[in-house]
């Protein structure tokens, strides 16, 4: 007799995968209903209005109508789900309240439409999600009990971890998510990198370090989308992606509660690295909804590298001044 859908040993499916893991069946559910909203996001950029929508979002950028939408379409899932209390999200301005605070509920930051702009020249994109228990969002990213992100390229993929394990699931013909990787893990030092950024406002310790991976054979890997960067970063299992502080732009570009955060904790439970250049990400201690950080990210030893520079730098006028002085 065929096995039930999504239950055979080659098609594990997300919840079957879920309820392996030692975690609450809320937080099974509110993982499960972020993979269903996501099946409307790719519907959205597959099909949608590729205009903007005419307004911006809380850092001033131009929003586009597919930022909107997919951003609707997260948000009314996850205020459905029932076990969701505050829901912070790039595009929206302030905290979202679903539920007043209660035992077993879960507050939820994303980014609905990561690299929106890159739709239309038909670029992958996706969403990234941060999860936390209770309802305080402004905590540092290593008290998140759960990360994930849904890569919408020419396959559909969502990768998760609860703190045990980083797992690849694909989207099938049927729209289910079925286990591809499981307990991904990155190398110690890798070969490809992908810097973002205006390369003539990088500081000289990053533009030392992009020149030593070059020295070193590095492939460049850029497509501008932080979640297929880091997709391949993670599933390569080798190389490192940045984006630093550029001049005028001191705290880099990306958002720490809707980018970094949860891209960070993935990174780490595949046993690499993420730093913004001087702490962990995972340490930040997030001050604003809007915070932004530089990131150095991906195989511990590359990272290491990155930041080694920024310190080599940082000391060289003292070094210099001693040598004179003395
Ligand atoms: O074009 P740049 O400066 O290299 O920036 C690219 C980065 O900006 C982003 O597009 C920012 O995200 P949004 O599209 O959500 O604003 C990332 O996906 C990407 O890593
Ligand atoms: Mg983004
Ligand atoms: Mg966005």
Known sequence: MPAAPGTSKFQIELRRH???????????????????????????????????????????????ALDVLSDRIMRKRLIHSGVVCNIASEEMDEIYQAQASADGLYSVAYDPLDGSSLVDVNLAVGTIVSIYEGCDLLQPGRNQVAAMYILYGPRVSLVYTVGDGVHEFTMNNLMEFTLTRENIRMQEE??????????????????????????????????????????????????????PALKGSPNGKLRVLFELNPMAFIVEHAGGAASNGSIPILDIVPESLDQRAPIYIGCKADVKAATDFLVEKAQEPAAAASFVNG
Do not use: W
Not at 21 to 44: G, M, R, T
Not at 199 to 207: I, L, P, S, V
């Open 18 to 64: 879920l309820r392996g893991q030692n975690i609450s069946d809320n937080l099974v559910h509110l993982i499960c209903e972020i993979a269903e909203a996501s099946k409307y996001v790719i519907n959205a950029v597959r099909t949608g209005d590729l205009g903007v929508a005419g307004t911006s979002n809380l850092y001033g950028e131009e929003q586009l």
């Open 190 to 243: 890798g070969n490809i990198y992908a810097p973002g950024g205006l390369r003539n406002k990088y500081n000289d310790g990053d533009e030392k370090f992009i020149r030593h991976l070059e020295a070193k054979g590095c492939k460049l890997r850029y497509s501008g989308g932080f979640v297929p960067d880091i997709n391949q970063v993670l599933m390569k299992g080798k190389g490192i992606f940045m984006y």
